[in-house]
């Protein structure tokens, strides 16, 4: 009876010890994950006019097409079961100088021709996003939802020689459709993103008319625990003319950028 009993002792002892050793501890319910990119960026277009006689003039005219522009942005993710939620800070300014090669109106300012003048184009973004996980199989996963943006303008042409300035600022809020669809075919391999955020007034608000895109397609290699190297291709653009402000401006930007992809939850789960 004492063996017997010794003996069951020991399978017990047994079969339970492998189970605690393996124990981990459980995922959190909300998932963060932070995502920054950095590369550049060639304003593709630009057209601008302020004020009812204003002139119009493009990114050339400012000498925005001259060089490279150096982007970058940083998000924050939070994910629980189908739902995920972003935080995105997309910072975007351009200061150029240029020689006017004929007049320009801008508001009640006028610059000669051949005045040199600084031009500041100013467009922050700060947007927040939901996603809902419509489809998720293997290896495909489609995500919609909205995105509404704080919009963070301040145009300016200001005369080197003289300090005559004149500018355009503006707080708004855009909202947005959003659509995200991920292809990862297998754990640790290669993934692609295709994200894509729009909207367009579609002529429903008197006297305004606009829209704006934020499209992406982005490979990532993962290459440790929660943690992902990317490269990306990005389109944003868009614009608006508000007739009772005698705004209207239009403007394309192409990015290339890298970056990373950090699963905090799944990077700290590891260090432990």
Request: with cysteine; net charge neutral; glycine share 10%.
């Amino acid at each position: 009876m004492g063996c017997a009993a010794l003996s069951i002792a020991c399978l017990v002892a047994a079969s339970a010890g492998p189970a605690h050793a393996e124990r981990r501890p459980p995922a959190p319910w909300l998932r963060p994950t932070v995502v920054y990119e950095i590369g550049p960026a060639y304003i593709a277009q630009n057209d601008g006019r302020y004020g009812a006689q204003g002139t119009p003039y493009t990114a050339a005219d400012v000498g925005q097409q001259d060089n490279l522009v150096n982007v970058a942005r940083t998000s924050v993710e939070f994910a629980a079961g189908r739902h995920t939620a972003i935080l995105l800070y997309a910072p975007f300014e351009v200061v150029t100088e240029a020689r006017l090669a004929a007049p320009l109106q801008f508001r009640d300012e006028r610059f000669e021709a051949g005045t040199v003048v600084r031009h500041r184009y100013l467009f922050d973004g700060y947007r927040a996003s939901y996603l809902y996980r419509v489809l998720a199989s293997t290896p495909l996963e489609w995500q919609a939802g909205g995105s509404l943006q704080i919009r963070n303008a301040d145009v300016a042409f200001t005369s080197i020689a003289t300090g005559q300035r004149a500018h355009q600022d503006d707080i708004g809020l855009v909202f947005a459709a959003k659509s995200r669809l991920w292809l990862r075919p297998r754990p640790g391999a290669v993934w692609g993103c295709l994200d894509a955020d729009a909207l367009s007034t579609f002529g429903l608000i008197d006297g305004v008319s606009g829209g704006i895109y934020d499209v992406s397609l982005t490979v990532g290699q993962p290459v440790g625990r929660g943690v992902a190297l990317t490269l990306g291709a990005r389109v944003v653009g868009g614009g608006a003319r508000v007739e009772d402000q005698a705004i209207d401006n239009w403007a394309n930007f192409i990015s290339f950028t890298a970056g990373a992809r950090v699963e905090l939850d799944t990077l700290l789960r590891g260090a432990r």
